[in-house]
């Protein structure tokens, strides 16, 4: 079993520019969860889907963030006209619901860098 | 506004000692408490989990107390060892929202 896989690990773009981030969960897993993680604001809660349908995006910026689960096997954020300010670690994990509660499985994460 | 409070925000324990972190909460639907290990470049890994009808978890050398009474929850290391240096994150579930809110995160150094 692979992980959760994050691709790219790394990406630099400049100020304007669009930015598209992918994971792939981990396999049989039902829910993917986006973080974004920064040494002021901490890991903060992004959006989340179950069964590739989008349950909850309370935490995503409402202008130029947006994520979709296309198949049960990738998900991807996009980030239209970046800002230095979106400079972050984002981090995607899955989970398979047991109970009423989910063990989360993260990714090692991209880090996004905006000039 | 921060609903899972987290301290020390950093420590240092030398090797062989015993390392506690604590967390906080308010909201009275968290049911789900799981801690997370995370090691510079990579993601968070889930350390141990407690649920809110427990009120102790054990695996190893780890062990999470809760305490749904003060809402509070803690972390044990004992015989804490250099390998053990990361930042560790209590986090929260909602059993309405099944989404995690975590802690500020303690970053910890074992010295040897």
């Known amino acids: 079993n692979a992980g959760v896989i994050q691709t790219p690990r790394h990406k630099v773009t400049g100020k304007g520019q669009e930015a598209t981030l992918w994971c792939e969960p981990i396999?049989?897993?039902?829910?993917v969860f986006w973080y974004r993680q920064t040494i002021v604001q901490g890991l903060e809660f992004l959006t989340y889907?179950?069964?590739?349908?989008?349950?909850?995006d309370s935490g995503m910026p409402k202008e130029r963030f947006s994520a979709q689960m296309p198949n049960q096997s990738h998900s991807t954020l996009k980030i239209q006209s970046t800002q230095p300010q979106d400079s972050a670690v984002y981090l995607c994990?899955?989970?398979?619901?047991?109970?009423?509660?989910?063990?989360?499985?993260f990714g090692p994460g991209t880090r996004l860098t905006v000039l | 506004q921060q609903q899972v409070r987290q301290s020390p925000q950093s420590l240092t324990v030398w090797e062989g000692g015993t390392t506690v972190l604590t967390c906080s909460y308010e909201?009275?639907?968290?049911?789900?408490f799981p801690w997370y290990q995370q090691f510079p470049g990579e993601g968070p890994a889930l350390l141990i989990s407690?649920?809110?009808?427990?009120d102790k978890k054990e695996d190893g050398r780890f062990t999470t107390f809760f305490n749904k009474r003060e809402k509070k929850l803690s972390l044990h290391i004992i015989d804490s060892q250099p390998g053990d240096s990361a930042t560790y994150f209590c986090?929260?579930?909602?059993?309405?929202?099944?989404?995690?809110?975590f802690g500020t995160g303690t970053r910890l150094q074992v010295l040897p």
């Open positions: 994990a899955s989970s398979l619901p047991w109970g009423s509660s989910y063990e989360q499985y």
């Open positions: 396999s049989g897993h039902s829910a």
């Open positions: 889907f179950r069964n590739q349908a989008p349950i909850d």
């Open positions: 909201d009275s639907t968290f049911n789900y």
């Open positions: 407690i649920l809110s009808v427990s």
């Open positions: 986090a929260a579930e909602s059993s309405n929202t099944n989404k995690v809110v």
